[in-house]
């Protein structure tokens, strides 16, 4: 089935520094979803992305996928207390019935 | 904003009773979908459903698990013979196109003693 793998698995950053977490996948994906889960909460659906070298951005979010369309990237500019939580990159591999997700980044921040 | 809702939203049990956990999905969505979360740990997919049945489920939904959808607003997971490792948070979610932004409810966690 449709893997995603997903680095760092935890980041700790003082308030106002910037995070990314990184997905990859060993096939090219017909899009990606970016979700955030925060602590004792559920899945929360930020975006997709499905054209290859798209870049979104939801106010100091960034998101990119890549020109293979095998990875993806969050990027947190600036980042704030609110922003903790667990960022989880899905695929679906084509698929209509099966979003994957991958195993998260945790982000802590230090305020 | 339509939700996802989830009862109930803990549940204690004994190893080897059987348990339900009960989903309203979001009204004109057409997808359902079962992931399970152990604590900490990433969120598993279970099962989906469509069109009233079965579309697709992984290797952890077996004969233990059963899905329903008895009416047209409630969609069921049924553990028949719960075990110890069963014990983690149960994700309903719905999306009205497949496997695309899925709304997921507040979950079901369930432990088992």
């Known amino acids: 089935g449709q893997q995603v793998m997903q680095i760092p698995q935890y980041q700790h950053v003082q308030e106002g520094e910037d995070f990314t977490t990184y997905c990859n996948s060993s096939t090219t994906l017909s899009n990606i979803q970016w979700y955030k889960q925060r602590p004792g909460g559920h899945p929360v659906f930020l975006i997709q992305?499905?054209?290859?070298?798209e870049v979104k951005k939801q106010k100091r979010l960034t998101f990119q996928f890549g020109e293979a369309k095998k990875n993806s990237s969050l990027h947190i500019t600036a980042t704030q207390t609110t922003d903790v939580g667990t960022y989880f990159c899905?695929?679906?591999?084509?698929?209509?019935?099966?979003?994957?997700f991958g195993k998260g980044t945790l982000l802590t921040v230090n305020p | 904003e339509p939700e996802v809702t989830q009862t109930p939203s803990h549940q204690v049990t004994q190893m080897g009773q059987e348990v339900i956990l009960r989903c309203v999905p979001i009204s004109n969505h057409l997808y359902f979908y079962w992931y399970r979360q152990i604590l900490g740990q990433k969120v598993e997919f279970l099962v989906s459903?469509?069109?009233?049945?079965?579309?697709?489920k992984s290797e952890i939904f077996d004969d233990q698990f059963s899905v329903e959808r008895p009416d047209g607003s409630n969609f069921t997971l049924k553990i028949r013979s719960t075990k110890l490792e069963d014990s983690a948070m149960y994700f309903c979610?719905?999306?009205?196109?497949?496997?695309?932004?899925?709304?997921f409810g507040a979950g079901s966690r369930l432990t088992v003693l």
């Open positions: 979610a719905s999306s009205s196109s497949g496997a695309n932004v899925l709304t």
């Open positions: 992305l499905v054209k290859s070298g």
């Open positions: 899905a695929a679906s591999g084509g698929s209509n019935y099966k979003l994957t």
């Open positions: 459903f469509y069109n009233n049945e079965i579309s697709e």
